[in-house]
């Protein structure tokens, strides 16, 4: 009996011991991002250092885990001869993972300190720097290179790479209809520079001339101070705009090219919504509840898809406006949508829009653009939205370089991506046109882009060691293209899918285009509430927040006065 008891006493305390390892090793975990804030603030100065802190992360967190595999390997039957606890097992190699996942995380938190300690050093402490290399851009294209860049020629300290900015994020285009529908978040279609990069620096500005006669990239920073960078190699992917000069009247419509658009955008649309609801006036009703998208490629298909799903999810909190009354319109001018695609991906582009009850004008050049109208051979439409993707021209900056240009404004440059002109000059992406091995021009897609960022740094690399560059080939994988409500087409390398299939290709294909981990946890985070929710109605309008502050502001101001 006294035994009976005393067993039970000592299971109780071998219980309460589990217990509280337990909870020591949760707690620990909770603990870790403080922890690890902490030594990011401290820094690791040196080696000796970083393995001591190491060689105690392994110790304290890998210890549980090696004894159990030994017992486990070695003496297979020991949790017999435990017999004050029969579940000690269990519990031990549940607390053992907790403490190794933990283990994991610290070690690499503590080489991430570690590595960005030392890049700082070697930074501040750079040597005579023999040859400077400055990326004109940082998008799609620009950010690639400078990463190939830091990765072929960050650690040498002959070197100085710079990345040079509009904006200190990089904006993956193809999440842009998302982030302006709310199924995604819209910061969660950019990805902010500098953690993407170790030695290279970055200076968010504009670009203003790069004088090649001067070998110098002249920037004007957000504190409007102007800076003269000197470079021996420039990489211009600067990108292209939406073309306003081929439609008259082009400025009453939208653009649809950078994340303040799609902003713009979708708080407009919400707005027409909200005026539609209430508004009597069948004209004016009308107006509101139409849409036009002018441009059947890429960019206007896909916003058409995703803008014709995103009203259909919402038209239910509005019980004023019936679906019959919704009116969109695309208008292409060429023969067919989707002209940079095959066939294939156009007529499902086309069934899909008709069967949401778009009309698309097909082989109708707009004649012109009005304050919410549109014009064309055989009539007119009126629309409060007006979307403009009909062309791009290259950027005005890298159209405004001396060097050799096509007649459209781009860089003309050599298969290897270096200007035809100045061999100190590399261009590539939308502002560049770069013959393909059948002598035509890539196109101006993404792929490309991030393809030609390769090529180039590698070229860039190979030309500061005197070596000969090599051209850039590159073929096509495919295209894909999606329209909103998990529909897709996609024709990869001959294999043509549509439905959810291509739209789940799709996505995971630009996920795995996010440079870093973070920003795809945020994205994958997004789609998965997405899922099961409808998109978020919230209208920000700056201009009228501007005027409120104004107004306090004012009313304040006389107040004290
Ligand atoms: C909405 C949208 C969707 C798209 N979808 C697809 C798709 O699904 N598939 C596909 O293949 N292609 C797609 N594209 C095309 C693709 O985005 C471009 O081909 C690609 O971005 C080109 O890369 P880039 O580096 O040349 O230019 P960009 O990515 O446009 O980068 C140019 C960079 O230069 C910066 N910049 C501009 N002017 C200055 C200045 N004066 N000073 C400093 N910085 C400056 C800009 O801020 C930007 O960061 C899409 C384009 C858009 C607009």
Not at 361 to 374: K, N, R, S, Y
Not at 393 to 407: G, I, M, Q
């Amino acid at each position: 009996m006294d035994q009976g008891i005393g067993h039970q006493r000592l299971t109780l305390i071998v219980d309460v011991v589990l217990a509280l390892l337990s909870i020591a090793a949760l707690m620990s975990l909770a603990r870790i991002r403080r922890r690890h804030r902490r030594m990011a603030q401290r820094g690791i100065a040196s080696r000796s250092d970083l393995w001591s802190r190491i060689a105690f992360a392994v110790v304290l967190d890998f210890t549980l885990l090696i004894v159990l595999i030994y017992l486990a390997l070695v003496v297979p039957a020991w949790p017999a001869t435990v017999p004050i606890q029969p579940a000690i097992e269990i519990w031990l190699w549940a607390v053992a993972a907790v403490l190794s996942f933990m283990g994991v995380l610290e070690v690499l938190f503590i080489a991430h300190v570690y590595r960005q300690a030392q890049d700082a050093k070697f930074l501040a402490h750079r040597s005579e720097i023999a040859t400077r290399v400055v990326v004109v851009g940082g998008g799609i294209g620009g950010l690639a290179a400078a990463r190939h860049l830091d990765r072929l020629l960050g650690g040498r300290r002959d070197v100085e790479i710079t990345l040079v900015n509009r904006d200190n994020f990089f904006l993956l285009s193809p999440l842009l209809f998302e982030a302006c529908s709310g199924v995604l978040e819209l910061r969660h279609c950019a990805q902010p520079i500098r953690p993407c990069l170790r030695r290279v620096r970055f200076i968010e500005a504009t670009a203003q001339e790069i004088d090649v006669a001067r070998r110098i990239v002249r920037v004007v920073g957000p504190d409007s101070a102007l800076r003269e960078l000197p470079y021996d190699h420039v990489v211009i992917a600067l990108g292209a705009a939406t073309n306003l000069s081929l439609i008259p009247g082009s400025e009453h419509a939208r653009t649809f090219k950078t994340v303040a658009d799609a902003l713009l955008l979708r708080d407009h649309v919400i707005e027409q919504l909200e005026r539609a609801d209430v508004e009597a006036d069948v004209n004016r009703r009308r107006r509101l509840l139409t849409i036009t998208v002018i441009g059947g490629g890429l960019v206007g298909v896909e916003l058409l898809g995703e803008l014709t799903a995103f009203v259909d999810d919402e038209l239910r909190y509005y019980p004023g406006i019936r679906r019959d009354e919704l009116r969109f319109h695309l208008f292409e001018a060429g023969n067919r949508l989707l002209p940079e695609s095959k066939p294939f991906l156009a007529e499902y582009a086309e069934r899909l829009l008709r069967r949401r009850g778009a009309e698309l004008h097909v082989g109708t050049p707009v004649q012109e653009i009005g304050p919410a109208c549109v014009r064309w051979a055989g009539g007119q439409v009126e629309s409060q939205t007006i979307v403009l993707a009909a062309g791009i021209v290259p950027n005005t900056v890298a159209a405004a370089t001396n060097v050799a240009r096509d007649r459209r404004g781009r860089i003309m440059t050599e298969p290897t991506l270096r200007s035809t002109s100045d061999p100190r000059v590399w261009a590539f992406g939308d502002c560049a046109s770069t013959p393909s091995p059948e002598g035509t021009p890539y196109p101006a897609l993404a792929q490309h882009a991030v393809r030609a960022a390769r090529v180039v740094a590698r070229n860039v690399a190979a030309a500061i060691d005197g070596q000969p560059p090599k051209p850039f080939v590159y073929e096509p994988l495919g295209m894909m293209a999606a329209f909103g409500h998990t529909r897709a087409a996609c024709d990869v390398r001959g294999i043509k899918l549509t439905g959810f299939i291509a739209w789940w290709m799709r996505r995971t294909y630009y996920l795995f285009q996010m440079p870093r981990w973070d920003t795809r946890f945020r994205i994958a985070l997004d789609w998965t509430v997405s899922l099961l929710t409808r998109p978020d109605l919230t209208k920000i309008d700056l201009a009228e927040e501007r005027e409120l502050e104004q107004r306090n502001q004012a009313a304040n101001g006389s107040r004290v006065a």
